[in-house]
């Protein structure tokens, strides 16, 4: 299993798509309801009055750097143009599409993302989608693990589905925030077989380290089982047997010294 097929992006929450299938039309059709922003997603219509190009672009990498500085999420560039509606507080996104009237390169785009916002992301991804001279543009941003961002010399957070300078107090948090690596284990099925009126199945624990700049010490685990026993439970009843509950009940407490980033620790 490869690491990218652990993560699911926004795009496949919000579409049921990998980022590469998305195309113009899933764009139309998602505003053929009503949608909100929220702190993980943002609509940006391309028609906005006395605003540049430069202003424009700069308002999308202004949300970037405050999605960056909480937990990532998604921008679509082209979106209809929000309407208020009585009693509502948030604006509503539905209907036409406002797309973007000019082919923007991912490279010049991307470049300006990292040469604007400091330190520069590396979790930014970048999907042109057209309809003749029409583009929508789908930008997905992931929770960094080099927050605190700024962009022009301001932090900014997402809140209230907006795009606002951080407090602070926010910052300050961000700054002192204490990670730890973010560990995932598996279950690998190998083989179903049977001997005399029993039935085994192998399996391999796998584990995966996806924190890229933190390492785990002292790697342990513990594996339950509710049907059946371990096997290799009834070999051994001394004091060191890893295995409880009966033999339902496995734990492994010096499995591995060090478990790196994108390097998955198996054993049968």
């Known amino acids: 299993m490869r690491l990218a097929e652990i993560f ?16 113009y039309q899933d764009i139309i059709d998602f505003f053929a309801n009503e949608k909100e ?10 028609h906005s009055l006395g605003e540049n190009d430069k202003e424009k672009e700069n308002g999308i990498i ?16 082209g ?4 309407q208020n509606v009585a009693g509502r507080t948030e604006k509503v996104f539905v209907g036409t599409l406002s797309p973007v009237t000019r082919q923007i390169e991912k490279d010049y785009f991307i470049n300006r993302i990292t040469d604007s916002i400091t330190p520069s992301p590396n979790e930014v991804f970048f999907f042109r989608l057209e309809d003749g ?6 930008i997905e941003v992931g929770k960094s693990e080099y927050a605190p961002h700024q962009f022009r010399n301001i932090y900014y957070m997402r809140i209230d589905g907006q795009s606002r300078p951080a ?8 700054f002192k925030k204490i990670t730890y690596p973010k560990l995932k284990g598996y279950i690998k099925p190998e083989r179903l077989y049977h001997y005399g009126t029993s039935i085994f199945l192998k399996i391999t624990p796998v584990i995966f380290n996806l924190s890229k700049l933190l390492n785990e010490h002292n790697v342990y685990y513990r594996i339950v089982v509710t049907k059946g026993i ?3 439970s009834l070999k051994d009843r001394n ?4 295995y409880g509950l009966n033999g339902n009940d496995l734990r492994v407490l010096n499995a591995l010294d060090t478990i790196y980033y994108n390097e998955p620790y198996q054993t049968d």
């Open 239 to 242: 004091s060191g047997n890893p």
């Open 230 to 232: 371990f096997a290799n």
């Open 79 to 82: 979106a209809p143009i929000g």
């Open 37 to 46: 922003e929220s702190d993980k997603i943002e609509f940006k219509s391309y």
């Open 62 to 77: 202004r949300t970037v750097c405050a999605l960056l500085n909480s937990n990532g999420g998604l921008i679509i560039w």
């Open 167 to 174: 407090p602070h107090h926010y910052i300050e948090a961000l």
């Open 8 to 23: 699911m992006s926004y795009i496949q929450q919000y579409f049921g798509k990998q980022p590469q299938d998305l195309v």
């Open 133 to 138: 001279t029409n583009y929508v543009y789908v």
